[in-house]
């Protein structure tokens, strides 16, 4: 769930808090933001321009809808550019006015409230906030779905938000669900990528996206071009190589990027259109990661600590938490996020008939796995990185990326490697205790030391 770029000075992580030093963030990111922007922009203008709208949720379909030239809304990134900008508080609380407990996933919350107040503002004339607001004007361009279509793994609020948007609009906006069934991996031959019920779900999965493209032929009243799916891919696979033989470099000490440059070029393999900006994007970190590596350079200054990131991003703490890390002399190298996920197996898909390696990526879900097979890549991804330590991110409202965490923390420190917990949220600030996680992150930091001493 990518947002804008942050387009303010960054805070620094505190204060008093280790040595002062701050990330030293990707520069070749920066164009992320303009491409990130140009999405919105033309979002926005999709109805003047007479095009059908399908808002969404869950894994990254939207090459479906670039290749059927339908504008997409994607409601998770849309509250994560909300929570990026700090303007996610009043869309929270008109859901909280409705009656949406605090506990539910604040991605829903924030994009449900969002939406709350545009049908106030539709009801009676008048919009919820002052005129001279600065938030009103991103608040009220997203254009109304003419479709909605759900296609989440593991994740049952996903259903729920998507059905409660189909109520809120009426259930007059037509409705689809794909269901994308756990990978539960308990028969003899399972495992990452194979077995029986690997294959199985593969094809249950492309049955269903090819339904969905005749569900986007009845509500357009257009043949679904499935050349111009095959080309969209042709980007999309190209930026997915690129991207990861650029995560490959970070083995390299220092590593050249952190878990927090890849946190903020997750739009263009997440939900940007699939053209030839998102390959010069990564084509220009991967530079930027040889350059680095050339020069000695790392993402953060004097490393001395190589960790792993378990959860959901923060995302009104992104530049906050990159700057934390690097005060300790941390780099956050790797995480389930950003290195189990957005085309992750580029290698599946073919051309020529893109829809089953499509998707079996989309399968792969970092959450979609039975416990044993996911931890088993975080345990690989981990000793390939050369990680020292794991982050577990318990994101508050969150629970599908929650629920493991104690077996991944067990899994950790069977393999000697230290483990903390903080608490915050995906969008909702308020559940982020910085005085917690600075604690925390200082009793890691001389765990660290004191293993490296005795060593």
Known sequence: MQMVSETQERPKAGPVFGNGERANRLKATRFGGKLVNDYWESLFAAKEQGKKVVWYNGTYIPPF???HD????????????????????????????????RELCSYARTHIGQLLIELDKVKSGTSAMAPDDPRIETLLKLPPPDMIINAYPYCSSGQ???????????????????????????????????GEEWHERSRYVADQLVAMTKFMEEHTGRKFDFDRLSEVMSYIKKAAQLRLEAMDLCTAQPSPASFFDWIVSIAPVNFLPGD??????????????????????????DEKYRLFFDGMMNWNKVGWLADKFAAVNACVV???????????????????????????N?????????????IGEIERICDKFKIDGMVMHAARTCRGMTNSQFLIADSAKRHGRQALFFEGDVADESFYKDELLNVRLEAMVEALDAKARAA
Request: with cysteine.
């Open 65 to 67: 809808f670039h290749a």
């Open 70 to 101: 339908v504008a997409w809304v994607h409601g998770e990134a849309w509250s994560a550019m909300l929570s990026a900008k700090h303007r996610e508080v009043t869309a929270q609380a008109r859901g909280d006015q409705k009656g949406y407990d």
């Open 160 to 194: 729920q938000w998507d059905d409660i948007t189909y109520r809120l609009f009426g259930k007059k906006v037509p409705m689809m669900t794909i269901s994308i069934p756990l990978l539960w991996g308990g028969r003899p031959d399972a495992g990452y990528l194979r």
């Open 276 to 301: 030839q900006n998102i390959v010069t994007y990564f084509e220009g970190v991967l530079a930027e990661c040889k350059e680095r590596i050339a020069r000695g350079e790392g993402a953060v200054k």
């Open 334 to 360: 790797a995480g389930r996020y950003t290195h189990m996920s957005f085309w992750q197996e580029p290698e599946l898909i073919d051309l020529e008939n893109p829809v089953l390696g499509m998707a079996q």
């Open 362 to 374: 989309y399968l792969i879900c970092p959450n979609n796995h039975g416990a044993p097979i996911m």
